[in-house]
């Protein structure tokens, strides 16, 4: 971590020394890049954000404020889209429940996504328009986001954290305008912190972790926003303990191993304590771990990789348990399993947590293991139903709306936001983390490396060299 550490330091000289706008644009987001990628203890970075801001200026220089801004509508940035995972199922979700304004959307990289036809739907049905960036070239994608921004007085961002055009393009905004700065990644580096006016966190635990590792002085918590399955029946879902499945759905990314963690372990263990269970996995493509357990479990283990939405869910309503991600965990999947009347455990872990899934902690591996033994035996869905009378008080419609619209009637200063910037943290969640980050920084980044100039590319590799 020290060595990190100090090679990002260095890096940031680079960017300092360079003198080609361009370059230096590219510089910033492969710095963003490694931050996000790689674990530092740097949380936001006001050196990178002060660089864009300044040549964010520059670029925009010719597109004129608006003295007059829409109200009553909004303007949703996200970076990418996707088919599957919860960050474009929140932003979908968001745009169906808020009833207060008019939902637009643009995505700023159309060319490295796939929009969902139940996003553009919704968009649809509350009369918003979608807007996706035409240009390739970045400064020119850069104004064509600014043009749409100036438009719009509330902005609301569900950016990347490497996200560099979204923050050149808000570089202009009048005093009018306010941005809400969506923390989807609050467990790592994101740029776009000090362009917000607020920054809604998904959490208490993420906005304690904003206070701490970020310095942010002031945010709030606005959770995830889950749309309730109707004509639940308990009754119809007791048919299901008959087959004893047990599902877990989350990235590849986050079961990976760690010294204090394996979810691979946990389902060896768990198959081994009782013959009667299934285990299925949607998320991991097939690798040498997971085939080790598909090897000696056979039709007991199965892997479905990458599911689209509908096909998930339908593998996610034949189980009757089912098992967060871990080490790093997986809150779209777990609150959407809740809702369809699973019963769920998530293991304990540094990460944090929703404020309405305490209750299903578990503290240990063993005891997750028999707890789930438990469930299956005692047949008790009303635990479930416990559960999911805490999500309803956090994610449903009408609970979220009541969130979004307190945060909304309050008046929010950008210069009262940010406190002074935390300078490399380091905790129990670093450590975790850095058990399962690449040891050599740039491992991760050679493509974002060949895009640079060869000086500078020069520079890096003699760097990475010097310090690993």
């Known amino acids: 971590m020290e060595k990190n550490k100090m090679v990002f330091e260095e890096l940031k000289k680079i960017i300092n020394d360079e003198k080609n706008q361009i370059e230096k644009i590219n510089l910033i987001k492969f710095v963003a890049s490694l931050y996000w990628r790689n674990i530092t203890g740097k949380y936001r970075d006001s050196f990178l954000e002060e660089e864009l801001f300044n040549f964010g200026k520059d670029i925009c220089k010719n597109i004129s404020i608006k003295r007059k801004v829409k109200f009553g509508e909004s303007l949703h940035i996200i970076t990418e889209t996707y088919l599957t995972g919860g960050h474009t199922r929140l932003l979908s979700n968001w745009i169906k429940f808020d009833e207060e304004v008019v939902p637009n959307v643009l995505i700023v990289n159309p060319e490295y996504s796939k929009i969902p036809n139940w996003l553009i739907k919704n968009i649809k049905e509350k009369q918003g328009n979608l807007y996706i960036t035409k240009s390739n070239k970045e400064i020119f994608k850069v104004q064509e986001i600014a043009e749409i921004v100036k438009e719009y007085s509330e902005i609301i961002l569900h950016i990347h954290p490497n996200d560099v055009i979204t923050c050149l393009a808000l570089a202009n905004l009048s005093d009018k305008q306010k941005v809400y700065f969506v923390n989807h990644a609050d467990h790592t580096f994101s740029?776009?912190?000090?362009?917000?006016?607020?920054?809604?966190?998904?959490?208490?635990?993420?906005?304690?972790?904003?206070?701490?590792?970020?310095?942010?002085?002031?945010?709030?918590?606005?959770?995830?926003?889950?749309?309730?399955?109707?004509?639940?029946?308990?009754?119809?879902?007791?048919?299901?303990?008959?087959?004893?499945?047990?599902?877990?759905?989350?990235?590849?990314?986050?079961?990976?191993?760690?010294?204090?963690?394996?979810?691979?372990?946990?389902?060896?263990?768990?198959?081994?304590?009782?013959?009667?269970?299934?285990?299925?996995?949607?998320?991991?493509?097939?690798?040498?771990?997971?085939?080790?357990?598909?090897?000696?479990?056979?039709?007991?283990?199965n892997l479905f990789g990458v599911l689209s939405k509908?096909?998930?869910?339908?593998?996610?309503?034949?189980?009757?348990?089912?098992?967060?991600?871990?080490?790093?965990?997986?809150?779209?999947?777990?609150?959407q399993a809740i809702d369809l009347g699973l019963i769920s455990y998530s293991l304990k872990t540094e990460v944090a947590d929703l404020d309405s899934l305490k209750s299903i902690k578990v503290e240990n591996v063993d005891l997750l293991v028999e707890k789930i033994n438990k469930s299956l035996l005692k047949k008790d869905l009303y635990q479930n139903l416990v559960v999911k009378n805490k999500v309803k008080e956090y994610h449903y419609k009408e609970a979220w709306q009541n969130s979004l619209k307190k945060i909304r009637m309050k008046k929010f200063d950008k210069k009262n936001i940010l406190d002074k910037e935390i300078d490399y943290y380091s905790g129990e969640y670093e450590k975790l983390f850095l058990s399962i980050s690449p040891k050599r920084i740039l491992k991760v980044s050679y493509r974002q490396l060949l895009k640079l100039k060869l000086k500078n590319q020069i520079k890096i590799l003699l760097l990475h060299l010097k310090k690993y």
């Open 191 to 301: 740029l776009g912190y000090n362009y917000s006016n607020c920054v809604l966190e998904l959490s208490e635990d993420g906005k304690k972790m904003g206070k701490e590792k970020r310095g942010i002085k002031y945010s709030e918590v606005l959770p995830i926003p889950i749309e309730e399955k109707e004509n639940f029946e308990l009754e119809n879902n007791f048919q299901k303990f008959e087959k004893n499945i047990v599902i877990s759905m989350a990235s590849e990314y986050k079961y990976l191993p760690t010294e204090k963690y394996n979810f691979q372990d946990f389902i060896d263990k768990l198959l081994a304590s009782n013959k009667e269970i299934i285990f299925n996995l949607i998320g991991p493509s097939k690798n040498k771990v997971w085939d080790e357990l598909k090897s000696k479990y056979k039709e007991r283990f």
């Open 310 to 335: 509908d096909k998930a869910q339908e593998e996610l309503l034949k189980a009757s348990i089912y098992v967060d991600s871990f080490p790093f965990a997986s809150y779209t999947s777990l609150l």
